[in-house]
């Protein structure tokens, strides 16, 4: 069964630092990855995806992940955090052309983060 | 206007009530689902549709049941609410793309209060 995993409940950034948010993933096969991201009062919005090819992916709000097949983990990056950044982040797993293609994602247990001024 | 959206946004209720979410999509999918978001648990998967024929059970479906009356509108039915049914709730729509590429979009989101 896939299974996603984030460390961090609770990350605290001050405005401008750069941010890393952890994602391990547990698949049978080459997984699809997900990043969306929930706003306070607001549902998910996809930052990026990854299906193959280039394991960096850039995604929206400069917003970049990193696929490390080796290491399992599909961590969320962004140079300089801006203060509107402060939400909830979701990792998720998606089925895989040859799986049981029934669409079904697997998230993550979330990382809230909070921008300090 | 949004893509996919949910009614009501907000729902007080009473244990033992039915109620109905309801979303709406004008992405033209075929694929709709409906999610649970529970603190600290991510979102869950309570029921799926593939087509307007095509209804299966997520992992939580106990105490929910789906309509779907058209390509673009599933409907999440609460038969007789509990309070361990608080949550907020997500529908979802996407497009299996090819090689199974598919990407979910999500709606706002219907947060419920069951007393």
């Known amino acids: 069964a896939q299974s996603v995993t984030q460390p961090d409940i609770h990350i605290t950034v001050s405005e401008g630092a750069s941010l890393e948010l952890r994602c391990n993933y547990s698949?049978?096969?080459?997984?699809?990855l997900f990043w969306y991201v929930q706003s306070p009062g607001q549902g998910l919005q996809l930052l990026l995806k990854y299906f193959s090819g280039d394991t960096l992916v850039q995604g929206i709000k400069g917003f970049e992940a990193e696929f490390k097949r080796s290491q399992s983990s599909f961590n969320l990056r962004k140079p300089s955090v801006h203060w509107s950044d402060a939400a909830e982040y979701f990792c998720?797993?998606?089925?895989?052309?040859?799986?049981?293609?029934?669409?079904?994602?697997?998230f993550g247990q979330g990382t809230i983060l909070t921008v300090h001024p | 206007d949004a893509d996919v959206t949910q009614t009501p946004r907000n729902r007080i209720t009473k244990t033992g009530k039915r109620i109905m979410l309801e979303c709406s999509q004008t992405k033209g999918h075929d694929r709709m689902y409906w999610y649970r978001q529970d603190p600290g648990l991510g979102l869950r998967l309570i029921y799926y549709?593939?087509?307007?024929?095509?209804?299966n059970k997520g992992e939580i479906s106990d105490g929910y049941s789906v309509s779907r009356q058209a390509q673009a509108k599933f409907s999440l039915s609460l038969e007789s609410a509990i309070p361990n049914q608080t949550a907020l709730y997500f529908c979802?729509?996407?497009?299996?793309?090819?090689?199974?590429?598919?990407?979910?979009?999500f709606g706002p989101g219907t947060r419920l209060l069951v007393l």
């Open positions: 698949y049978g096969a080459t997984p699809y």
């Open positions: 979802a729509t996407s497009d299996p793309g090819t090689g199974g590429r598919e990407t979910q979009y």
């Open positions: 998720a797993v998606g089925p895989t052309a040859g799986g049981t293609s029934y669409g079904k994602l697997t």
């Open positions: 549709s593939f087509d307007v024929k095509d209804i």
